[in-house]
Antibody
Framework: EVQLVQSGAEVKKPGESLKISCKGS????????IGWVRQMPGKGLEWMGI????????RYSPSFQGQVTVSVDKSISTAYLQWGNLKASDTAMYYC????????????WGQGTLVTVSS | EIVMTQSPATLSVSPGERATLSCRAS??????LAWYQQKPGQAPRLIIY???TRATGFPARFSGSGSGTEFTLTISSLQSEDFALYYC?????????FGGGTKVEIK
C-alpha cells in the first residue's frame, strides 16, 4: 500500500525557520515525483514545487520560487519542504503528494502538515 | 503560467440529480487534466486523470470529458458522499496549476 506520512503540526514565530517532511513507503520512492501543495485556511489548492527523487530535479511555482526549498533524502525515502524566514502569511496546511507514472498529477497524498506562524 | 478557471464556484444539487462542473484553461493543455475531490478535514483524492480516465476507487457515476481548453466533470446521480469540493489541475506545462475549486452542496 502506498503511504505518504507527513511530520506533525508546527507552531512557529515570524522570522523562524522550519523544515517539514514527507516519508513515502509501499512504492519505488525514487521513480515518482513528490510535490508540495499549500492550502491556506478556507482557500483552494496551490502548487508550490516538485522534486524527482532519483536525480533531485526540482521545479518551483514562480509564486514560491525563492520563498521555500524542496529537497529529498532518497536513502530514507523522505522529501522535505523548508522555509528560512517564516511569515504569518505562511500559515496553512501543506500537503505532499506522489505523482503518477511519468506525469505530474497526484495519485496519493499525505495527511497534511498544519503550519501556524504567529507572534 | 496557465490559468485554470472553474465554474460555478458553488453548485447546489439535490441528491440523485446530475452535477456538471466546468474547468477552462487559458491555453491548451491537451488531455493533461486531472480532477480531485476534497472533503472537509481531508486531503484531496484523485478522481480523474488524462481528462477522462477514472482513478481507482471512484464509481462509474463520475466521468470526465474534454480536451484542449474546455473540460467537464459530471457526477451522474449525486450521492450523499459526493458533496465536497472539486478541483481541476493541468499538468501539461510547468508550473502546474490548479483551478479555484467548485463546492458541490446539498440543495
Amino acid at each position: 500500500e502506498v503511504q505518504l506520512v507527513q511530520s506533525g503540526a508546527e507552531v512557529k514565530k515570524p522570522g523562524e525557520s522550519l523544515k517539514i517532511s514527507c516519508k513515502g513507503s509501499g512504492y519505488s520512492f525514487t521513480r515518482y515525483w513528490i510535490g508540495w501543495v499549500r492550502q491556506m485556511p478556507g482557500k483552494g489548492l496551490e502548487w508550490m514545487g516538485i522534486i524527482y527523487p532519483d536525480d533531485s530535479d526540482t521545479r518551483y511555482s514562480p509564486s514560491f520560487q525563492g520563498q521555500v526549498t524542496v529537497s529529498v533524502d532518497k536513502s530514507i525515502s523522505t522529501a522535505y519542504l523548508q522555509w528560512g524566514n517564516l511569515k504569518a502569511s505562511d500559515t496553512a496546511m501543506y500537503y505532499c503528494a506522489k505523482s503518477a507514472a511519468a506525469r505530474p498529477y497526484f495519485d496519493s497524498w499525505g495527511q497534511g502538515t498544519l503550519v501556524t506562524v504567529s507572534s | 503560467e496557465i490559468v485554470m478557471t472553474q465554474s460555478p464556484a458553488t453548485l447546489s444539487v439535490s441528491p440523485g440529480e446530475r452535477a456538471t462542473l466546468s474547468c477552462r484553461a487559458s491555453q491548451s493543455v491537451s488531455s493533461h487534466l486531472a480532477w480531485y475531490q476534497q472533503k472537509p478535514g481531508q486531503a484531496p483524492r484523485l478522481i480523474i486523470y488524462g481528462a477522462s480516465t477514472r482513478a481507482t476507487g471512484f464509481p462509474a457515476r463520475f466521468s470526465g470529458s474534454g480536451s484542449g481548453t474546455e473540460f467537464t466533470l459530471t457526477i451522474s446521480s449525486l450521492q450523499s458522499e459526493d458533496f465536497a469540493l472539486y478541483y481541476c489541475q493541468q499538468y501539461n506545462n510547468w508550473p502546474l496549476t490548479f483551478g479555484g475549486g467548485t463546492k458541490v452542496e446539498i440543495k
